[in-house]
């Protein structure tokens, strides 16, 4: 076998083993994620959601189409289909009421439908093509129609657990404030019978004072008085005498 064989029979094994392969290989699976539920009210509009992933980049051919199902019908059809930077609607009752709002090359295929109506209660299915990428699993969203978006039991039950920790900060806060009232009265009955004590402290000792100061004044004026009568008598007996001669 010359060389030149060898190697066209060990092309020829090559590329049937790539044929092979590419038959065998699974096909990329594409993702597709919407809201489970969606409310809304007579008159308004809302937007339903639709992301996708994709292990391939995004395609110029890749394509968005949304499916809708009554309430009460069977069968899914076709309302919105957006390919290659165009927007289709199909005719029916969402005709001229539904906006294209994603942007493909951020993995995004949300609609918006306006003007809602009773008859737009049902299942809105997103579906997503990125070639080669083109088998997966589509998405739905329940949208429901209301004359006014009740209330959830989660936002009731969010609603009483916040007005429960209100009512507990409100106790904190007067609990604080009755303390620090209360502390700061206690700590003007303390000046007051702190300066009490000083006042009395201060007249006992002035009142000792006097009584030391006292008996001082009686021996002065005590002595005084001896010295005026021994100065007296001294006069009379002197004046005595002069009389006698």
């Not at 060389?3 to 699976?29: D, G, R």
């Amino acid at each position: 076998m010359t060389l030149k064989n060898w190697w066209e029979n060990a092309m020829s094994q090559v590329s049937a083993l790539s044929l092979i392969l590419m038959v065998l290989s699974p096909t990329l699976a594409i993702e597709v994620y919407t809201s489970r539920e969606v409310h809304g009210t007579l008159g308004s509009r809302v937007t339903l959601s639709c992301t996708f992933w994709s292990e391939e980049w995004i395609s110029d051919d890749v394509s968005v189409t949304w499916y809708y199902r009554p309430e009460s019908g069977k069968d899914s059809n076709s309302i919105f289909h957006y390919t290659k930077g165009q927007a289709y609607i199909d005719k029916g009752i969402f005709k001229e009421r539904i906006e294209w709002v994603g942007n493909l090359r951020k993995k995004d295929g949300s609609i918006v439908i306006y003007n809602l109506e009773n008859t737009d209660n049902g299942t809105f299915t997103c579906d997503v093509k990125n070639p080669p990428d083109v088998v997966g699993k589509s998405s739905s969203v329940q949208l429901f129609v209301f004359d006014k978006v009740p209330l959830r039991p989660g936002i009731i039950l969010g609603a009483i657990i916040g007005a429960a920790l209100g009512l507990v900060i409100i106790v904190v806060i007067f609990a604080y404030l009755i303390r620090y009232c209360w502390l700061k009265r206690q700590a003007r009955v303390r000046r007051e019978l702190s300066a009490m004590e000083r006042g009395k402290l201060h007249k006992s000792g002035k009142d000792s004072k006097r009584s030391r100061q006292a008996p001082v004044l009686y021996a002065m004026l005590d002595q005084s008085r001896l010295t005026k009568s021994s100065s007296e008598k001294k006069s009379k007996s002197g004046e005595y005498r002069r009389d006698r001669k």
